[in-house]
């Protein structure tokens, strides 16, 4: 279960949307010191969430070893708030359940299944992240390998 914490962390740095979809706000609310007047409209930024330095240490480095604990559990659903990967409470995506699990079982299948490594021309794999959007800096080139025996995958 440890590797699957490389989804959250995933989630954290590339989200699927840059922003949640736009809410309006019913009444005046001061939230966190900031005045939010009645009828205004408002867009929660994923990408400045997930990368913000006051919250992450690092935030542009992927580091899945933030997310370990001694909860055994994978949550991509956060009470905190930290990662919006399928928006919140009450008006966050009824599929997040569904989701989260056929995430889960496709990467684990994916790391069963398979032996993932380099490109033979590259000497390792840049992971870094681009800074202006929801992708990394560079392409991902792996050579996948099947890990099980041949009759075991579909034809």
Same mark, same amino acid.
């Given at each position: 279960?440890?590797?699957?914490?490389?989804?959250?962390?995933?989630?954290?740095?590339?989200?699927?949307?840059?922003?949640?979809?736009?809410?309006?706000?019913?009444?005046?609310?001061?939230?966190?010191?900031?005045?939010?007047?009645?009828?205004?409209?408002?867009?929660?930024?994923?990408?400045?969430?997930?990368?913000?330095? =006051?919250?992450?240490?690092?935030?542009? $480095?992927? *580091?899945?070893?933030?997310?370990?604990?001694? !909860?055994?559990? +994978?949550?991509?659903?956060?009470?905190?708030?930290?990662?919006?990967?399928?928006?919140?409470?009450?008006?966050?995506?009824?599929?997040?359940?569904?989701?989260?699990?056929?995430?889960?079982?496709?990467?684990?299948?994916?790391?069963?299944?398979?032996?993932?490594?380099?490109?033979?021309?590259?000497? =390792?794999?840049?992971?870094?992240?681009? $800074?202006? *959007?929801?992708?990394?800096?560079?392409?991902? !080139?792996?050579? +996948?390998?099947?890990?099980?025996?041949?009759?075991?995958?579909?034809?």
């Amino acid at each position: 279960m440890k590797k699957l914490k490389i989804l959250k962390e995933a989630f954290r740095l590339h989200h699927v949307a840059p922003f949640n979809l736009p809410h309006m706000s019913t009444t005046d609310v001061v939230v966190d010191g900031y005045f939010i007047p009645k009828g205004s409209h408002k867009l929660i930024s994923r990408m400045g969430i997930g990368r913000n330095p =006051k919250v992450w240490d690092k935030p542009l $480095k992927f *580091d899945p070893e933030r997310h370990l604990s001694n !909860n055994t559990c +994978v949550e991509l659903k956060e009470p905190d708030l930290n990662i919006i990967t399928f928006g919140a409470e009450r008006r966050g995506c009824m599929g997040a359940d569904i989701g989260s699990a056929m995430t889960y079982m496709l990467v684990a299948r994916l790391i069963q299944g398979f032996t993932w490594s380099p490109v033979p021309s590259e000497s =390792k794999i840049d992971i870094s992240v681009s $800074k202006s *959007d929801l992708f990394m800096a560079k392409p991902l !080139n792996a050579v +996948v390998t099947p890990r099980l025996d041949p009759n075991v995958y579909p034809a």
